[in-house]
């Protein structure tokens, strides 16, 4: 008699758990469905192209809607962050007073070893702290799309440091640029072209030789380039702790790092 109670009662909320799974999903694909509204910037120019205006016709509906699911908006200011032996660049959005990791990339090419920038032609990827102002954005570039990091830089220059053109591309080849996919570079000059056309002066990009944890900056205390490292590691660690990039000063050839200045 209790099997006899029991067995439909279970049919009814194994019918009830399928229904409730097919509406979540109609649910997921209708919101999947509805028109994604992109807004457009002109509050600062940004240069283009044809080739920059169809990628991002490409990619903008789907971070505006990838952004809404993670809380943040296109347009919000960006950070970058580029780890050399992780091969990783991270991508960075503003919410409120700080910034939210959006996306991972991964490097596809990258020459050189761990170790900053010192000669031009020395196939060297730089490290350190850069920024990217419109003026360098390239939609035209002859790998797809790119950003110039502004290498050297004026710790770089303090130190003698040559080389020109280091950039962010696409086409998956690199020699001392770091060099991601088409479908990856497009997302992030997306991104970042959105950033600057709706007011970000210009996007900060940290280059790191890996993550500077407490395990790793060990491993690597016998290096020839620790000191170099222990310098980037305080620039490292303020975003670690206040979760927004430091504005960055060099002042006796060394990088010091105070907190953005409200203007900014």
Excluded at 58 to 85: H, M
Aim: hydrophobic fraction near 35%.
């Amino acid at each position: 008699m209790k099997m006899g109670v029991l067995f439909p009662l279970l049919l009814c909320c194994i019918g009830c758990t399928r229904d409730e799974s097919s509406s979540i999903e109609a649910n997921r694909t209708n919101d999947r469905l509805q028109p994604v509204v992109v807004p457009v910037f002109n509050s600062q120019d940004v240069p283009s192209s044809q080739r920059s205006r169809a990628a991002l016709d490409r990619v903008a509906s789907s971070l505006v809607r990838d952004l809404q699911s993670a809380g943040l908006a296109y347009g919000n200011p960006v950070f970058v962050r580029i780890f050399k032996e992780e091969r990783e660049l991270e991508l960075w959005v503003g919410k409120g007073s700080t910034y939210k990791l959006f996306r991972t990339y991964p490097v596809a090419a990258m020459s050189g070893k761990l170790g900053p920038k010192l000669r031009e032609g020395d196939r060297q990827a730089p490290e350190g702290f850069y920024f990217v102002s419109p003026s360098r954005m390239n939609p035209n570039s002859r790998f797809h799309l790119s950003f110039n990091l502004g290498y050297p830089n004026t710790y770089d220059r303090a130190w003698g440091r040559t080389g020109s053109a280091l950039m962010v591309h696409g086409n998956e080849v690199s020699i001392g640029c770091f060099a991601m996919t088409d479908a990856k570079v497009e997302e992030i000059y997306a991104l970042s072209d959105a950033a600057l056309r709706n007011g970000q002066k210009f996007f900060r990009v940290h280059v790191f030789p890996f993550r500077m944890t407490e395990g790793r900056m060990h491993e690597a205390r016998s290096d020839q380039w620790y000191s170099f490292w222990k310098n980037l590691e305080e620039g490292y660690d303020f975003f670690e702790k206040t979760g927004n990039p430091p504005n960055v000063l060099v002042k006796e050839r060394k990088y010091a790092f105070e907190k953005i200045p409200p203007d900014e």
